[in-house]
């Protein structure tokens, strides 16, 4: 009878968020607010169906929250189009380097002062709540690989290069607590943690994708095999590039990261046959087209990003309803003291503007974009999965308790506000840009 129900309230969701996806797009109201009423009214608080007591079922919640990262940063890799030596990518790379570690000091340092947490503990949760999240982040992301627009840019890069960037700072955070073996004066976490984990990540990331997306274009162009099942390309990418980073100590969300990348980047050289396939007859949608396109050497490494990619935001959008309806459900564990209130309200209106506007110093980037990237540093899935990754290391049961409750508070204030002014604010950055633009070309 469970499975019944079950069944009938996720494709009673399902079915309504589809049919009334257009819709929701034109409103002040993201579906992720939805996902998080729906989830609290199935949790204990409600009809009791969904009882994810974080930290009964840590692992399990570890490993669904890492699925739906990994396969979320390689979307990301994919859309990210801007050649990797133009100087757009300077203002992402600042933000997911200098203004994490900045928000990584400065919650650390308000954990400490005001909470009374230890070094330890502080620049742990610091590291869980700092990074930005790419699953949450589609309203303000880029549109397609050719989206060149400096804010979406910027925000899509931070959120899939600072997944990756906290991981040192949770393994500071957890060795300073003594969960986690620094070296004689750090130099295992520096050596290992920071500059080997790092740079092999994306060196992993970088060769696989590169390797697998040349070799499926050269069968695909020069043999006509290899044709077809691009979603299973897209998993197996994903699975064997994070399967040899974890192996390798690298972090597994760069490497992932840096194979969607790579894998953009794969061209193939037309040769004299690589004319536009004839698709005037059977059309685009069809399977003769389809296979025309995936073969044609011209067209083999586009067609063959824009299945994977398209095969992944699905798969993204289904990570966000299972992830966010326990995240609702979940809210029914926590209880965060008012005292505490503060140290929620202060991460949105101090820590995320101050460390956006140090790190950004002298960047060549517009008042309102400056502004939209200070406010728009949306918590989420990321944030879930560092904090179960620190209770499944053995963090202290009272500290696990306070954690989950300001992670879960941050998360659930984040989708409420950012889901509720991200329709309007994204709609007057657009007017506004519009009537710069229609200025500078009357001017001219």
Not at 47 to 61: C, E, F, G, K, Q
Not at 386 to 408: D, V
Request: net charge neutral; aromatic share 8%; proline share 3%.
């Amino acid at each position: 009878m469970i499975y019944a129900i079950w069944a009938l309230i996720v494709g009673a969701l399902l079915i309504t968020m589809a049919l009334s996806g257009t819709l929701l797009r034109r409103l002040p109201l993201s579906t992720s607010i939805l996902y998080l009423a729906a989830g609290f009214g199935l949790g204990p608080a409600g009809w009791s169906l969904l009882a994810p007591d974080p930290l009964t079922y840590s692992v399990i919640l570890e490993k669904v929250s890492e699925v739906a990262v990994l396969i979320s940063l390689f979307a990301v890799g994919l859309k990210l189009g801007l050649p990797l030596s133009d100087r757009g990518w300077q203002l992402p790379a600042r933000l997911a380097v200098f203004s994490m570690a900045i928000t990584v000091a400065l919650i650390a340092a308000i954990a400490m002062l005001g909470l009374g947490f230890s070094l330890g503990a502080a620049i742990l949760l610091g590291a869980i709540l700092a990074p930005t999240d790419p699953v949450l982040a589609s309203d303000v992301q880029v549109l397609e690989a050719s989206d060149r627009d400096r804010l979406r840019f910027s925000l899509t890069g931070e959120g899939g290069l600072n997944d990756g960037a906290a991981f040192p700072f949770v393994m500071l955070g957890l060795g300073l607590l003594g969960l986690h073996d620094l070296g004689t004066w750090g130099w295992r976490w520096l050596a290992v943690d920071v500059l080997w984990a790092i740079a092999g990540g994306l060196l992993i990331g970088s060769v696989l994708g590169t390797l697998i997306g040349r070799l499926v274009v050269y069968l695909r162009a020069h043999h006509k095999e290899s044709v077809g099942l691009d979603e299973f390309l897209a998993l197996g990418l994903i699975a064997l590039t994070y399967g040899l980073a974890m192996l390798c100590q690298t972090y597994g969300f760069l490497a992932v990261l840096a194979a969607g990348l790579a894998l953009h980047r794969v061209k193939e050289r037309p040769g004299k046959d690589a004319s536009d396939p004839d698709t005037r007859e059977t059309g685009l949608q069809s399977k003769q087209a389809n296979a025309a396109l995936a073969t044609n050497a011209e067209f083999a490494s586009a067609y063959m990003r824009q299945e994977m990619l398209g095969f992944n935001e699905q798969l993204e959008r289904i990570a966000e309803v299972a992830i966010v309806l326990v995240v609702g459900a979940m809210l029914s564990y926590t209880y965060l003291h008012v005292s505490a209130v503060w140290f929620v309200l202060l991460l949105l209106v101090f820590v995320r503007p101050l460390s956006v506007w140090i790190g950004l110093f002298g960047a060549t980037v517009s008042r309102d974009q400056r502004i939209m990237i200070s406010w728009f540093g949306i918590r989420g899935i990321g944030s879930i999965y560092y904090l179960m990754y620190a209770i499944n290391h053995g963090l202290p049961r009272p500290l696990a308790e306070e954690f989950i409750a300001l992670t879960l508070t941050m998360v659930a204030v984040s989708i409420v506000l950012h889901g509720l002014s991200v329709t309007p604010l994204m709609n007057l950055y657009a007017r506004r840009k519009a009537q710069r633009k229609d200025r500078r070309q009357t001017d001219a």
